[in-house]
């Protein structure tokens, strides 16, 4: 247990606190509106939000903004129990030393090179979901495809029985309710027993991976783990817990957000049917123009003079890259969806910045670059019948169903 550096404190400065009646159906709209005044703004949660993409760079590289600890439960007043364990035992709310030795076990297999190798089984995953409802010429592409095959990719990799997918899933989306600003004080029971579900569920299989050893990556962080004596019991727990967890439902949403801005901008979607070339392009851009996560949390441990707006230290800080992608000081129509422009494809400010840049981002890439390859490959016909709503504008966000049609070709 750490001792969190600072305990965070009412945004108090004076900018516009927003509330969530403001975000409404369309944050990009509010974010637009303040973001052209405001390098922050206030939230009525007890953050602060950054908008624009060069002071979110720089932040980033600041060494006066943490990571926030155990600062967003207690903000929202979870001060013990399975969820406040995991932003205090969990590598991304952690700083020195405690985030290098809980990350460090997993940079090696997450590692662009290692992933690489992993492509071709990805997109056999792929080809294998897709062939399952091919030939009924319409589906519901969360359930059927944007849900399983993160789950099935992480299940494989970490070495979870398939058939745990349905249940470790469930636990998993109502855990990721808790990680925004959005979330509603019913939810917070919801995750608390999600968390705690998972819980037991990584920590029988740790333990019967400690009595049975096998040739997968679970047994091998196990025993590295033990031998290196450097993280404690639920510090493991937690670690796993964490790569679940951020390995499922972010590109779960990125996945339903592609195929839908594709199919709404049909040029472009029959564009990337005739060149997969462009396919790193588009994952780009849709990851840009409709992030699955909206943003990443820090905590200021000194005053920071943002512009002439004082962010005081203790402030949660919330940097938005949903807003600063869409930043105009930094994208030509920023509100226009184009697979041609040039978005960074290796430094994506989708993964965020600095230490705890995601871990996942080559698995992620990969698995939303072979997605859209093997779609566009098998059924290059698709129509979007029912587009999803995407709700959310902190944290993972949040999508419900889309459903696509095409004609059966025999
Ligand atoms: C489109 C998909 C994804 C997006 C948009 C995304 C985004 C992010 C963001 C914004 C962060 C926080 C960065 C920061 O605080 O600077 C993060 C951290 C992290 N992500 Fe991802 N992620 C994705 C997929 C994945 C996958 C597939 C995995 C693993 C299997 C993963 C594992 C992690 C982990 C473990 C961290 C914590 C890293 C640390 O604190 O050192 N993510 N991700």
Redesign the pocket.
Known sequence: MQANPVQPIPVRFDLPVLTEAQFGDDPHATFRLYRANYPVVAHHAGTCLVLRQADIEWL?KDPRLL?SETGFPRMLGVTEGPLFDAFDYG??TANGDA?RRR?AP?SRT?AARAMAGLRPVIRRSAERLIEAWRAAGHVEFVEQFASRL?AVV?SDLLGLPQRDIPAFTRHVYDVTRFVTLSVQPEEISVAEDAMRHLLGYVEALLDERRRQPRGDFLSAFLAAADDAGELSPLEMLFQII??II??TD??RV?AVMQVCLLLQHREQWTEVCLDPALIPAAVAEA?RYE???AS??RVTIEDIDLQGFMIPAGTLCTLS?MSAMRDERVYANPDVFDIHRVVPTRLHP????????????A??RI??EESLGALTAAIPQLRLETAPVIRGYTGIRRVDRMDLSWTVCF
């Open positions: 980033s990571a590598m991304l985030h990350r997993f997450f993160p992480i964490i790569l951020a390995g972010t590109t990125a990851l992030p699955s996560a990443f949390g890259t989708v993964f965020g910045a600095g230490a705890h840049r995601c871990i996942g981002e698995l992620a698995e939303l």
